[in-house]
């Protein structure tokens, strides 16, 4: 087991970071980038070395940055994965996993390179004040910051193991990830959205449009209803809000 640190970066550090890189002239940022592509980072703290190299070997795995921007969510996933359980060996909870802090230091940090490489391009508004960096993607905001929410895109669909989860997020898409962790309603119930993801990995005929469509429903339902106290449990709720949504039931 690493011997690993969880060091925080605050979100004043993190605008001060973004804005240095802003300074740069077209000459220096080119420099970065190329740094960036070749994987060249100065670790700050040599814990998070492990951590580095094994979110470094998924980004690869599927293709790295060669892969067309539309196509990257096997990224997604390989890094979630890795990232999830080697950070769940070594301690790390929901409980550090809510802290931006934490995830900002690893974003800025640890994968500065992975995260412009995935998110390439600034927010419209970031773009339009001559910025460089995609600053939601990179610290910005709680539920975009890209790895961030991996590990919670993982820890939500669990199902045990990193190849059982892997088959349930194979098929699935970028917009998936959005549906999932920017709509927590009241808050995230782990038991149920890990059950709601091996339904709809289940379906042979599933999408965005479906996905949405039972997100919206569930979170119309738990306004009223605890899953856990119905007849059946959480999994029959699962399937009833299924099947609803197919059979025309609730609007898609």
């Not at 970071?17 to 740069?24: G, M």
């Not at 927010?123 to 910051?145: A, D, L, P, V, Y």
């Not at 898409?173 to 339904?199: C, Q, W």
């Amino acid at each position: 087991m690493s011997d690993i640190r969880f060091r925080a970066l605050s979100m004043t550090e993190a605008k001060r970071w973004a804005k240095d890189v802003d300074r740069f002239t077209d000459d220096e940022f080119s420099l970065q980038v190329e740094c960036w592509k070749k994987h060249e980072v100065d670790l700050p703290d040599s814990s998070y070395a492990e951590l580095r190299a094994i979110g470094l070997e998924a980004f690869e795995r599927p293709g790295g940055a060669s892969l067309p921007a539309r196509k990257m969510y096997p990224i997604d996933v390989e890094v979630g994965l890795d990232v999830y359980d080697y950070l769940s060996r070594n301690g790390f909870t929901a409980v550090e996993a809510s802290d931006d802090d934490i995830w900002r230091f690893i974003s800025i940090k640890v994968f500065p390179d992975l995260t412009y490489l995935r998110y390439p391009d600034p927010e419209k508004e970031t773009r339009e004040q001559g910025g460089r960096i995609n600053r939601k993607r990179f610290f910005s905001h709680t539920r975009r910051i890209w790895i961030k929410t991996l590990w919670w895109y993982v820890h939500l669909s669990w199902q045990g193991s990193v190849n059982a989860t892997r088959a349930v997020l194979a098929d699935n898409g970028a917009n998936i990830i959005s549906h999932f962790i920017e709509t927590p309603g009241k808050g995230y119930r782990v038991d149920l959205y890990r059950t709601l993801m091996r339904y709809y990995a289940d379906r042979e005929d599933k999408g965005d449009k479906l996905f949405r469509s039972v997100a919206k429903l569930n979170g119309a339902e738990c306004r009223n209803i605890e899953p856990a106290l119905l007849p059946g449990g959480v999994a029959e709720y699962c399937h009833v809000l299924f099947s609803k949504v197919e059979e025309g039931g609730a609007e898609q």
